[in-house]
């Protein structure tokens, strides 16, 4: 079973507006990362949050982290037609190597 | 810098047949796994490696094999390909788990019929 499940599944947003995602894990965790993936393609690393961190900026996103109730979520300010995409969460469970990603969210930002 | 190669990018087999997918990264990360991407699966990890000489089973490891003979590569077998393994495949790898993101090769699209 997936670590991680993102919410929500789909989210359709005007450009200029705020995007939120949230991701959801089921156990401790050594840290956590987003990811985007535009359509077709690779996925391309965001941003990587620590277990011991509560919240981390790069650029236009913003994570936070919540490890007591084992969420986070990911904020897209000022949304642009370029951050339509498929949006991941990727975990690894603390003492593993295996890094295990949420089934993620779709972005549709519109001009 | 050409970060990950995946070879080939699409590849049709049939079922029964055996084939091997390539990997190789050149930027001397020591950590490397393989998934498989399914329309609203999200991506499913299959094998992974921590360093040369090192492999362990993901979440859905039935039906593939690896080996990591050089830090470089990490090919990934397909036994006897089946229908269910039709799928995205995408190598990604990493500098370090616990601090570094990973680098995403482009996807092998497999088709099994």
């Known amino acids: 079973s997936q670590q991680g499940e993102e919410d929500p599944q789909a989210l359709s947003i005007q450009e200029g507006e705020n995007a939120t995602m949230n991701c959801s894990y089921k156990?401790?965790?050594?840290?956590l990362q987003w990811y985007r993936q535009n359509s077709g393609r690779g996925l391309v690393h965001l941003i990587l949050?620590?277990?011991?961190?509560r919240e981390k900026h790069s650029g236009r996103l913003r994570v936070t982290l919540d490890t007591s109730k084992k969420s986070s979520s990911l904020l897209i300010t000022a949304s642009r037609a370029a951050d339509t995409a498929s949006y991941f969460c990727?975990?690894?469970?603390?003492?593993?190597?295996?890094?295990?990603f949420g089934t993620g969210t779709r972005l549709k930002v519109l001009a | 810098n050409a970060g990950v190669t995946q070879t080939p990018k699409f590849q049709v087999l049939k079922t029964g047949q055996s084939m091997t997918l390539q990997c190789a990264q050149d930027?001397?990360?020591?950590?490397m796994s393989w998934y498989r991407q399914d329309p609203g699966m999200g991506l499913r990890l299959i094998h992974y490696?921590?360093?040369?000489?090192?492999?362990d089973q993901g979440e859905v490891p039935n039906g593939y094999n690896v080996s990591r003979s050089t830090t470089e590569d990490f090919p990934l077998r397909l036994l006897s390909a089946a229908p269910s393994q039709t799928s995205v495949y995408f190598c990604?790898?990493?500098?370090?788990?616990?601090?570094?993101?990973?680098?995403f090769g482009s996807g092998t699209r497999l088709t099994v019929v």
């Open positions: 990604a790898s990493s500098y370090s788990i616990g601090n570094y993101g990973y680098t």
């Open positions: 156990t401790s965790i050594n840290n």
């Open positions: 949050i620590r277990s011991n961190e």
């Open positions: 990727a975990t690894v469970f603390s003492g593993t190597y295996k890094y295990i």
């Open positions: 930027m001397n990360h020591e950590y």
């Open positions: 490696s921590v360093g040369a000489g090192i492999t």
